[in-house]
């Protein structure tokens, strides 16, 4: 039970980084910047995610940290 109350609260965590982060390319940032455990996976191990991030990085003209 308590495994799947973690996984529903990383995925609202990472939805919600992914939203403030799709809201703040109108302003044209120069960098967003992400709290290290705000997110549930990781880059180096995760392709589709990695693909993700760098897709943001490209549309927002951002450096992504």
């Given at each position: 039970?308590?495994?799947?109350?973690?996984?529903?609260?990383?995925?609202?965590?990472?939805?919600?980084?992914?939203?403030?982060?799709?809201?703040?390319?109108?302003?044209?940032?120069?960098?967003?910047?992400?709290?290290?455990?705000?997110?549930?996976?990781?880059?180096?191990?995760?392709?589709?995610?990695?693909?993700?991030?760098?897709?943001?990085?490209?549309?927002?003209?951002?450096f992504v940290s």
């Amino acid at each position: 039970r308590w495994r799947r109350v973690c996984l529903c609260l990383c995925i609202q965590t990472a939805d919600r980084v992914w939203r403030l982060s799709r809201q703040a390319e109108e302003f044209e940032p120069d960098l967003l910047l992400w709290p290290e455990s705000a997110m549930p996976y990781r880059i180096d191990t995760d392709p589709g995610y990695r693909l993700g991030v760098h897709r943001l990085a490209e549309r927002s003209g951002a450096f992504v940290s």
